[in-house]
């Protein structure tokens, strides 16, 4: 409906509706004699704190320290983990099977937050592109859960949980589906994404870190 104001009710109310999510949930909370708000200050427990989006990036691609809450106390300058890609080197210089199904190397390469970073740069891509070739709807849509993360990351993994943040995101398909117009490379993205859902699924049924 543009910028008309006029034109905009009734159905920016409707629109509006999912934002009484969390308002419902946080008056369910205090009906059960707890915090309108514990639902976020309940974080501290996947060792989360605050800081910028450029900050979290940072802390991921070179690692920091912060101010980390745990079990009521606040620890001062606790470390966190950046990024790993040794895991990729391993790999190269030595691509043997048992290189591939030990624990050591698959552990790391979970634990690495590399999936974690990939994904995430994806994301912004397709929104950064997505704002000329999509409605604007859908960039309002797809912006906020990309960012909310961002100013909460985890001590022991700052991009922590992203790859599943992004899965629900399906204007981020719609754009990516719209970038692909040669079969040859249709074809090799779903069977790459197959591949990825496959391993990814012995990680987890493994027991191994999964996003």
């Not at 934002?19 to 996947?46: E, H, S």
């Not at 950046?82 to 990729?88: A, E, G, V």
Request: hydrophobic share 50%; proline share 8%; charged share 15%.
């Amino acid at each position: 409906y543009g910028w008309n104001p006029r034109r905009w009710f009734p159905n920016s109310i409707l629109a509006a509706l999912p934002a009484l999510g969390p308002v419902i949930y946080g008056w369910i909370l205090t009906r059960n004699n707890m915090k309108f708000f514990d639902w976020v200050d309940q974080q501290w427990q996947w060792n989360r704190f605050s800081s910028a989006p450029w900050r979290t990036f940072d802390c991921t691609l070179n690692g920091c320290t912060a101010d980390v809450r745990q079990f009521g106390q606040t620890n001062r300058d606790f470390p966190v983990t950046p990024i790993d890609w040794s895991w990729i080197g391993d790999f190269f210089r030595s691509p043997t099977w048992s290189t591939v199904t030990s624990w050591e190397w698959r552990d790391r390469a979970a634990r690495g937050d590399v999936l974690e970073f990939l994904v995430t740069i994806g994301a912004f891509v397709l929104v950064i592109i997505g704002l000329r070739r999509l409605p604007l709807y859908y960039s309002a849509f797809v912006i906020p859960p990309l960012l909310v993360p961002l100013f909460s990351p985890s001590s022991v993994h700052p991009l922590m949980s992203m790859p599943r943040f992004v899965l629900p995101l399906f204007p981020l398909f719609v754009m990516l589906a719209l970038l692909i117009h040669n079969r040859k490379l249709e074809i090799g993205l779903a069977v790459t994404s197959s591949v990825a859902l496959v391993l990814l699924t012995m990680q987890f049924a493994l027991w191994y870190w999964v996003s």
